[in-house]
């Protein structure tokens, strides 16, 4: 997706210049307020920009028009191809930044946004709203393999590249998720277009001043009142949570409020630290249950309590679509990360007996599967907080071999873990959060030596940096696949296997 190699899909084309319908618009000439902070310094500059391919982050790498040698600005809510007017929100001797606000050549990958409050000036978190949903996942496509090649280095990029995976083009598909696919493949414009909206099962909101529930502006202080929350699912919309007066009362300025909707049982509301229903009854039900379909791992339906506030994966097609790839790419005979489908049972036929090391584990949800098909196995697992690993010890009940540890992942507590796992792992599973496992952890993965390790990760840049430890320390790729967990946002998950030489 570049000026050079537009992508067509079959979003509708919008012709001709246009500004941002509706509320972008708006949105436009509101960001205008959001740099004004504070008020006395006038009103933001503007600059023609072309825009060039997309770059880590959910911005796009523009030049003024009439200088294309000059200098690099991001731009947000562009596209690749695009004419755009821009105001100016950052400047620097380091970066310069701006926002699209008016589009004088549109790019046919443009569609109207499915959440016009995250456009220009508008709140983070749907960056990629404007966009149509297979372009998101080509945009993801290009910057996932920019940060390979960039901070990954040439090694870490042509081993990307070699994986039959890569294809003719080198680079690796972002694939959607259950609910996209159906709504892409249904025929159905409506719900093509709608697609990636209603599917988060969790969602955070802060009060602002004036009691209403919303946002932070993107890089900003400032929250900013929402009408609409058109990512969450539709058990979310229903609690009323922006509109309701039965709401409104609980409401104080700087309150977090996070709605949580589990597949099994009623939606949960945390106002801070007090739990309501979504009638807004105080309750004493802290825990939420959820239901992980594994059927194609020969497990069946797997059930799991947690803590209302613990981390639990957001999309709802997630929990069953990673742990069918991470399980698999963990204990299959084949190192594949890529299929989903097929007789999980067979392919993991070799699974008895197996060691396990599972890194950053959460309440479990890689944990209970891989504990139930090592039987007889060994599973060693570290997380850092505790209510997560009461959760995980919960959900683990009765699987013997299992050992769950409080504790920072550090190279040290790897090596720790190791060691008293007396003989090296035959697998190592880590989940690290954004920022990565980091060198130092890395370097001691790999010196425990174990035959495969399987790397999740939702950072396209933390990955090709741990990525590269791996390579540089004996490790070969053997498979990579990547998935839009996170549809009108620049996020997506990716989750590579790595064999030993
Ligand atoms: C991306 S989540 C993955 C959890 C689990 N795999 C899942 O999918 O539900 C990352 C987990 O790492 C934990 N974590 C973050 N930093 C950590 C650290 N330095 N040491 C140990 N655990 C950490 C968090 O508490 C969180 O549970």
Redesign the pocket.
């Known amino acids: 997706m570049s000026p050079q190699r537009p992508q067509r899909p079959s979003s509708p084309a919008r012709r001709g210049p246009s500004r941002p319908r509706g509320r972008a618009g708006n949105a436009g000439r509101r960001r205008h307020e959001a740099v004004d902070e504070p008020a006395q310094r006038g009103p933001a500059e503007e600059i023609i920009l072309a825009v060039g391919a997309p770059a880590h982050g959910g911005h796009c790498v523009a030049r003024p028009a009439d200088d294309p040698t000059g200098r690099v600005v991001f731009v947000r809510h562009a596209l690749p191809g695009e004419t755009v007017r821009a105001a100016m929100t950052e400047k620097n001797a380091k970066i310069w930044r701006a926002d699209a606000v008016e589009i004088l050549t549109p790019s046919p990958d443009r569609v109207d946004s499915v959440w016009p409050q995250a456009g220009p000036g508008g709140v983070g978190g749907g960056e990629l709203a404007h966009v149509a949903l297979p372009a998101q996942r080509t945009w993801k496509r290009w910057v996932l393999a920019d940060c390979l090649r960039r901070i990954g280095g040439p090694a870490t990029a042509q081993a990307v590249a070699a994986l039959e995976e890569a294809g003719s083009s080198g680079s690796i598909v972002v694939e959607p998720l259950a609910s996209e696919a159906a709504a892409e493949a249904s025929g159905q414009a409506r719900e093509a277009r709608l697609a990636g909206t209603g599917t988060r099962t969790r969602v955070s909101l802060t009060v602002g001043p004036d009691g209403r529930p919303g946002m932070h502006g993107f890089r900003s202080g400032t929250v900013q009142p929402l009408d609409r929350l058109p990512l969450a699912v539709a058990a979310i919309e229903e609690i009323g949570l922006l509109e309701s007066s039965r709401w409104r009362k609980h409401y104080r300025p700087g309150m977090r409020v996070e709605a949580v909707a589990p597949s099994i049982g009623e939606p949960l509301v945390l106002l801070d630290d007090r739990v309501l229903t979504s009638q807004a009854h105080a309750t004493g039900r802290r825990r939420v249950e959820e239901a992980v379909d594994a059927s194609g791992l020969g497990l069946g339906e797997l059930r799991y309590s947690l803590h209302a506030e613990?981390?639990?994966?957001i999309h709802r097609d997630?929990?069953v679509t990673?742990v069918d790839r991470?399980v698999r790419a963990a204990l299959g005979q084949e190192p594949s990360a890529a299929g989903t489908g097929g007789d999980g049972a067979k392919a993991l036929g070799g699974a008895r007996g197996k060691r396990v090391m599972?890194?950053?584990?959460?309440?479990?949800?890689?944990?209970l599967p891989l504990a139930m098909l090592i039987d007889g196995g060994e599973l060693c697992a570290?997380?850092?907080?505790s209510q997560?690993v009461g959760d995980a010890r919960r959900n683990l009940h009765g699987l013997g071999s299992v050992r769950l540890s409080t504790?920072?992942?550090?190279a040290r507590?790897v090596t720790q873990a190791g060691q008293a796992m007396g003989k090296a792992p035959d697998v190592v599973?880590l989940?690290?959060?954004?920022?990565g496992a980091g060198r130092e952890?890395i370097g001691a993965l790999a010196g425990l030596a174990p035959e495969r390790i399987v790397l999740?990760a939702?950072d396209p840049a933390a990955l090709a940096r741990d990525l590269a430890v791996l390579l540089d320390n004996r490790y070969e790729l053997a498979a990579m696949s990547a998935l839009d967990m996170f549809p009108h946002t620049h996020h997506f998950e990716t989750i590579a296997v790595l064999e030993r030489r």
């Open positions: 613990g981390f639990w994966q997630a929990p990673l991470v599972e890194l950053y584990s959460g309440a479990g949800l890689f944990t570290i997380e850092g907080s997560a504790g920072r992942v550090t507590s599973v989940d690290p959060p954004r920022q952890v999740v939702c």
